[in-house]
């Protein structure tokens, strides 16, 4: 956190009020009789004043005991995609002994703005836990800050709008959009980009030892190499019917990630996507993916398995324009035949 978040978190103050319209024609009616009762000298306005005074500091003590004493959590999704809805769950929790709070609202921060969803609770029992959820979409992939949330209420005579922002971060990563997939690649024939022969697979001969990677099978764990190196090995097998395609994905922007075309920063999102898609079905079907881009490790590993689909969607994810000038650190040409052309694919986006 910087200097200045932290400052202006010591400075924000514990409460805001703000006046709802009929809150701001009830003080303007307050003020005009109390300026006619000092006018005048009328006990009748007087008493009528010393009433309306009253409902005042009776709103602002309901208000804050309504707000006090209450604890919310959210419970994110386990996979969000660009231009997808999804459900985030709220839950308030009402920790005070014997007063319920009465028409709470809350409202997720995303970097300290709110968002245009709020969670109603209309009555909280004390000591009860309520949960709701809102729907929200996010229209691009990357990391987004969820900084906490505003907690308000207008209880009782909904003349001020009284919060208090309560800070809970979480970091959420939002996957590229996965498109809807047309014609698949006919399983009869050799297909660009696609090799038939020397992929570790669960069936055949003993092929050799790699560290673990999440979506690997337990019961392939080698022990006496995992005791020896003191790190977690796993046996591979050759199968020949197996089949793995690389996936080169050219990220680069005339500026890298300063690049302002939105034309051009479009056009990379949905390749983004293209490639997203493509390697979410391979894997899902058995094939074994390797993703190339510019700027990307020299030797990508091979992933393998529908357990290793969040791992490559995170890496897409978080994926940064660069320049053109940053190659990629396998080229196509030393690929499979081909491997730079998936075009038998057909995305209907």
């Known amino acids: 956190m910087t200097f200045r978040a932290r400052l202006r978190r010591w400075l924000r103050p514990p409460r805001r009020l703000q006046f709802t319209r009929e809150g701001k024609y009830f003080v303007g009616i307050t003020f005009g009789v109390g300026f006619a009762a000092i006018n005048t000298g009328n006990n009748l306005l007087y008493l009528l004043f010393g009433m309306l005074l009253s409902l005042i500091l009776a709103s602002g003590v309901l208000s804050e005991i309504s707000l006090r004493g209450l604890e919310v959590a959210r419970q994110a999704p386990g996979r969000v995609h660009a231009r997808q809805a999804f459900l985030m769950g709220i839950s308030l929790r009402n920790d005070k002994r014997r007063l319920p709070s009465f028409s709470v609202e809350v409202e997720d921060l995303i970097d300290e703005k709110p968002l245009d969803k709020k969670c109603y609770f209309l009555k909280l029992p004390p000591r009860k836990l309520q949960a709701t959820s809102y729907r929200h979409t996010c ?107 690389s996936l080169f994905l050219d990220n680069h922007l005339p500026g890298g990630q300063a690049c302002t075309d939105e034309r051009l920063c479009g056009q990379l999102e949905r390749a983004v996507s293209i490639t997203a898609t493509l390697a979410v079905d391979y894997l899902s079907r058995g094939w074994a993916v390797r993703l190339c881009v510019r700027g990307g490790p020299a030797a990508p590993p091979w992933l393998r398995g529908t357990g290793q689909i969040p791992s490559l969607l995170r890496t897409l994810a978080l994926l940064e324009a660069i320049s053109e000038e940053a190659p990629y650190a396998v080229r196509p040409d030393n690929a499979a035949p081909a491997a730079r052309n998936l075009s038998t694919r057909v995305l209907e986006a």
């Open 139 to 245: 229209p691009r992939r990357g990391r987004y800050q969820f900084s906490g949330f505003r907690v308000s209420t207008k209880f009782p005579f909904a003349l001020f709008r009284k919060s208090r922002l309560v800070d809970a971060a979480l970091e959420v990563i939002v996957y590229p959009e996965l498109l809807p997939l047309g014609r698949a690649l006919p399983r009869s024939s050799r297909a660009q980009g696609e090799e038939l022969h020397g992929l570790a697979g669960r069936r055949g001969e003993f092929a050799g030892l790699h560290e673990y990677r999440e979506g690997d099978d337990p019961h392939d764990v080698h022990w006496p190499s995992t005791a020896r190196k003191g790190r977690t090995m796993v046996r591979e097998y050759e199968d020949e019917a197996a089949r793995r395609v």
